[in-house]
Nanobody
Framework: QVQLVESGGGLVQPGGSLRLSCAAS????????MRWYRQAPGKQRELVAT???????NYADSVKGRFTISRDNAKNTVYLKMNSLKPEDTAVYYC???????WGQGTQVTVSS
C-alpha cells in the first residue's frame, strides 16, 4: 500500500523558516520524481517544486531562491526547506509522487505575525 505522510508544517512569523518532510512507503521511492504542491484557501493547487530521481530540481518563480527541495533515498523521504517565508506562502502543502500520482494528506503552513 502506497503512503505519503507529510509533516513539519505549523505557524511561523514572516521571514521565518520551516522544513517539510514527506515520508514515502509502498513503492520504489528512488526511481520516481517527487513534487511539492500547495493550495491556499480559495485558490487552485499549484506546483511549488520538483525533484527528479536523479536530483534535478525545478521551482515555481514565486519560491525560487527561498525554497529548496531535496530527497534522501535511503530514508524514502523528500524535503522542502522554506526560508524567508511570506504571508502569501500560507497554504496546505502536499507531496506527490510520479508513481501512479499518489498524494499525501497535506500539512498546513501558516505565515503570520
Amino acid at each position: 500500500q502506497v503512503q505519503l505522510v507529510e509533516s513539519g508544517g505549523g505557524l511561523v512569523q514572516p521571514g521565518g523558516s520551516l522544513r517539510l518532510s514527506c515520508a514515502a512507503s509502498g513503492y520504489i521511492f528512488s526511481i520516481y520524481t517527487m513534487r511539492w504542491y500547495r493550495q491556499a484557501p480559495g485558490k487552485q493547487r499549484e506546483l511549488v517544486a520538483t525533484i527528479s530521481s536523479g536530483g534535478s530540481t525545478n521551482y515555481a518563480d514565486s519560491v525560487k531562491g527561498r525554497f529548496t527541495i531535496s530527497r534522501d533515498n535511503a530514508k524514502n523521504t523528500v524535503y522542502l526547506k522554506m526560508n524567508s517565508l511570506k504571508p502569501e506562502d500560507t497554504a496546505v502543502y502536499y507531496c506527490n509522487t510520479g508513481y501512479q500520482n499518489y498524494w499525501g494528506q497535506g500539512t498546513q503552513v501558516t505565515v503570520s505575525s
